[in-house]
């Protein structure tokens, strides 16, 4: 990767008209629900990782940002300007998961922050602790660049958000519905997202470790902009 093509993401990144929108939605829409669900628990016995519940709705605006960071250059047809600046392909798609990974960790960050903020003061039994923190802001950021790759492979910004969508909240639902235990356990190993907030648990015998589901995500997050690449080398802009 080329400092010119890193300082070409970053900026048509920061004068998007929507990217400071987005990154204030994520902050807003994660310690918002965090501190709405705390709010409802107040004096129940809610877990202690209630108060990090927002990243489930927080999680949804970063895929948006991230898939919008590729998907508005194919819908416009600036992508072909973009490849024609930089002599290889690799290098922008590189430098766009670098930018993306970096504004989503900072405000990842404020957002987990205000989450566990908000915990802490409506959940007296409330204690945080830095594993599911620092486990969600990664999360958050993985998930983005999950969305890019996904992006970069349909290059459609409404199809990639769909799909996104698709797996961030109607597969887990369909998990939910499988009567089979093995497959049920199977199916939150493995996917995704489930195996990816599994960071946040603080269950004694959690059905798969914090750090490894983070891991099958991040798998996914791989093959997600393996592809990406390969396909982006390979096809016409």
Aim: contains cysteine.
């Amino acid at each position: 990767m080329t400092r010119r093509a890193l300082h070409a993401e970053w900026t048509k990144l920061r004068t998007s008209p929507g990217t400071l929108g987005l990154l204030l939605m994520i902050v807003a829409a994660t310690a918002g629900l965090s501190a709405i669900v705390a709010a409802a628990c107040s004096g129940s016995t809610c877990g202690p990782d209630v108060a990090l519940t927002g990243v489930q709705l927080g999680h949804a605006v970063v895929a948006i940002l991230a898939v919008l960071v590729i998907g508005n250059e194919y819908q416009t047809g600036m992508i072909a300007v973009s490849l024609a600046a930089v002599p290889r392909r690799l290098p922008v798609l590189l430098g766009k998961a670098v930018v993306v990974a970096g504004v989503v960790a900072l405000a990842g960050a404020v957002a987990v922050a205000g989450a566990i903020g908000s915990g802490e003061l409506l959940l007296p039994a409330y204690h945080a602790t830095l594993r599911p923190a620092a486990g969600s802001v990664l999360y958050l950021v993985l998930i983005a660049l999950f969305s890019l790759g996904l992006a970069t492979i349909v290059r459609s910004p409404a199809a990639a958000i769909g799909t996104v969508l698709g797996l961030l909240y109607a597969v887990p639902i369909i998990v939910s519905v499988v009567t089979d235990q093995t497959w049920h356990d199977r199916f939150e190993k493995y996917a995704p997202v489930s195996a990816g907030l599994a960071v946040q648990s603080t269950a004694a015998d959690p059905l798969i470790g914090p750090w490894k589901g983070l891991g099958v995500l991040a798998l996914w997050t791989l093959a997600a902009l393996l592809v990406a690449a390969i396909t982006l080398r390979r096809r016409d802009a």
